[in-house]
DNA sequence: TTGAAAGCGCTAACAA
DNA sequence: TTGTTAGCGCTTTCAA
């Protein structure tokens, strides 16, 4: 591949000549820029970033580091944050950590050794991981799951307020043993929705399960909690994938969704209009969180010595037909 | 943050020795191995990969070039991709061209400056972008859409036989008026799927559509479609994203699914049974293109004079209830 | 077994 | 306005 040196000599200039003319200094004559650029594109040279980066210390690269690559709810802040980088001339790369805490590891150890400007991430525990990046330097936000108060910047979603609202809606709608599918114990968000469930469900009886967060998982919760004394005759379901497993199993069972048990589930859904009845849901205003996210990391990154700050968006919760039994 | 010689100073020994106790050369003493790791470990000292890099003229990161982060089709794909090259200890750095071939552009650019290892792409069209990492002698696997026959690997499904597949059963089933909503022209996959459908027509009256690949786009062109003379009475959809709209088309006119109007839509996807009644699908292998893409890319990272590859699989038709009158 | 030194390709002082 | 030169942090000969 041509390097620098081959344009040079091509052009009959110097490296340093080559560098400034394509990085559009304005101090290079005119007819030289056009000199280089020719020879540039004769010889199809690339910069190397690599050489680029080490000189400058620094990337114009982001990371973006998420549990779950297949659910909407993060491929959403995805482009959320895609959206406000591209605009700002940085590119996103995307590292799928699969709620796996060694993945996560191992692209936090790619995103430092590659350097990259900033790192957006939903962290599977509070510390490990984002402290290794904050202790280098590296400017990080967090996004769905918090950290440790104080360390850095994170935005979220009051979980644990929405799955409380989400539950007396159910409970207003006269459902009487409303119960509570949700995700592995030390995920935040699982945890949250469960206490959200709870404060809402005051002295009431509990009818709660924790699967993984996945069709599967919430298709065993359900039959779980279905083959109890007093079965729930609603579902708090605190992921959509779980939902998917949620509503197969209620099928199976030969239960009406609303009539014979009421569903409300985390996460709006492309497909939750087209199921009947359709899908009453908690909406997270996951494109936003992401581009929020992106304005915080780039702000950070232009100011290092910016406190740190925690902004706290608001769910909604979309009535539809699944939580009402007429 | 710390770099090498820092390390090397702590340990009183040289770089180079540092480098060789790090890297795990076996001419060490073990002793002076335990002195230098204990060095770095004191110093937070994280190799600079951008160095490494530069000096080795390799890296270990593998893009991956998808035209939609939010399709579940490419999601699948990008795991694929990533569990094989996890095993082969490479990363993964997923981008999303959103269809858009400028951003495609500007994410080879990047892959080309930041020298990756490799590059596994759904091309946005043949030439352009793809030709410009072949030229530069970065080794590049295509899926889902073809490339100029040999000039790289790919890892397509015969889209066509399929859709003709889809189309003979909905005939088959009692559907007088098939039609087709497809994607934009240009976009191989929906040339390639209407084809498909024309096939199986033969001389029959054709009702097609073309629109973007989204729910709306599908929305759009099955209103437009409905509002013929003679409308449809089954229809076969290009890809999962428009299935939505299509759907949702149908149910705003009244049109009950299967009974009134037949469907088949490319892709399964997770909610297809949840529908009533539940969706007929073309399910195209997705994790096992992705994963065989990295295969084959791995490969020629290895050995770069292997020929171009063409494989094809096969795409496999799961009659539901959507596409039956009964 | 270890160290000295060159150099990957680029950019940025500093000189001219 | 242009060129010379140093050096970003690392790996890898080549000598010792």
Known sequence: MATISDVARR???STATVSRALNGVSTVDPALVARVRAAAEELGYQPNGLARNLRRQETAVLALIISDVENP?????????????QTAGYSVVLCNSDESAEKERRYIDVALQE???GVVIS?????????MLLGRGTPVVAVDRPLRAGTGDQVLVDSRAAARAATEHLLAAGYQRVGCVT?????RTADDRLAGYRDALGRRKRRERRAEYRAAGGEAATRALLAGAEPP?????????????VLEALRAEGLRLGRDVGVVAFDDVP??????????????PAYEIGAEAARLLLARIADGSLPPTATTLEAQLIERGSSHRA
Chains 1, 2 share one sequence.
Not at 73 to 85: H, L, M, P, Q, S
Not at 183 to 187: A, I, K, L, N, S
Not at 271 to 284: E, K, S
């Open 115 to 117: 350097r990259v400007a």
């Open 73 to 85: 709810f993060f491929t959403a802040i995805a482009r959320g944050v895609e959206d406000v980088a």
């Open 123 to 131: 962290p599977t525990d509070e510390w490990a991981g984002v402290e």
């Open 183 to 187: 995700g592995p114990e030390g995920v």
């Open 11 to 13: 052009a009959g200039v």
């Open 233 to 245: 005759d609603a579902l708090l379901v605190a992921n959509s994938a779980m939902a998917i497993g």
């Open 271 to 284: 497909w939750a209009t087209l199921i009947d009845p359709p899908l009453t849901v908690v909406a997270q």
